[in-house]
């Protein structure tokens, strides 16, 4: 053969990243090795695969995007009958990437994937986190194999597996008046100032169960990252709205929480694992999902607190 798995695995790279140092970077490979494989894909094939922009990356050709969409088939293809063979020895061999929702990335992900690659030392699991539409845009260019995320706006291409409903709660600091309720309803704290986690999506769910309840929050602060939330709360600025449920009740400067059930019927948002529907799953992406069924359910999900 002309050329090699290895090759194909470092143009994929470089075609994904849109540049040899962010390639390099990302699958810890010298800038070198990256443009030698590059070069000698050029020449055996004989396309021109980039368009090499002057301190602006490069950009694939029409037939550089061609080829590597072929040449990430063939790498899955590989994957599969690595780990074909190893189902055959009863050991999985292989590699996954797996997204996670930005929000339940570092509370679910670790013991998820600790405990698979414990039952699977074959495989290695990378994990990337990021919003909806990274995540989805992330499954249509290959970069990851699946996400855990919610159902929020998914299209049509995507296939989506239910694990659990995360209902909505009251986030609120340890000495607020109303922490040791059994519940709370929504309309009862509405006036008190609010703390939005604003991520896309997100955002819009929470701001409709005000809207459900003919109710409008008093809006103190947004923020895109669930640590400075949680720390607004736990000091006293303001009460927020969470499904999300770590299990340490704790800020990061340990401020104590409450997390309080909501009263009255209040949609949550369904946990689960969206893949590409047109796509084989290899063997690695099918035992993977099985195990999270397994993990993962309405009365237990891995990192969180029980309401």
Known sequence: MQFTLKQLAYFVAAGEAGSILRASENIHVSQPSISNAIAHLEDVFQIQLFIRHHAQGMSLTTAGSQIMQQAQRLLRDAEELRSFA???????????NV????????????????????????????????DQAELLGGLKKGAIDLALTYDLQLDGDIAFSALAELKPYLL?????????????????????????????????????????????????????????????????????????????????????????PLWGYNPG??????????????IVV?????????????????GMANL
């Open 269 to 282: 948002l369904t946990l689960g694992i969206a893949t590409l529907a047109n796509i084989r799953k290899t």
């Open 99 to 130: 997204g996670c929702f930005t929000p339940l990335a570092p509370i679910v992900t670790p013991e998820l994937c600790h405990g698979f690659m414990q039952s699977h030392d074959g495989v290695e699991v990378n994990v990337s986190e990021g």
């Open 286 to 302: 099918d035992i993977f999902s099985q195990f999270c069924r397994e993990q993962i359910s309405n009365e237990k999900i891995p």
């Open 86 to 96: 190893g189902k055959l020895s009863d050991q999985i061999f292989g590699s996954l």
């Open 172 to 260: 609120l600091a340890a000495d607020h008046p109303l922490a040791n309720e059994a519940s709370i309803a929504l309309e009862s704290i509405a006036r008190e100032r609010f703390i939005l986690l604003d991520l896309p999506l997100s955002d819009a769910y929470f701001m409709s169960l005000f809207d459900s309840n003919n109710l409008k929050p008093n809006i103190y602060a947004r923020t895109r990252h669930i640590e400075v939330q949680r720390a607004l709360v736990a000091k006293g600025y303001g009460y927020s709205l969470a499904n999300v449920r770590p299990i340490n009740q704790q800020a990061l400067d340990g401020s104590g929480l409450k997390y309080v």
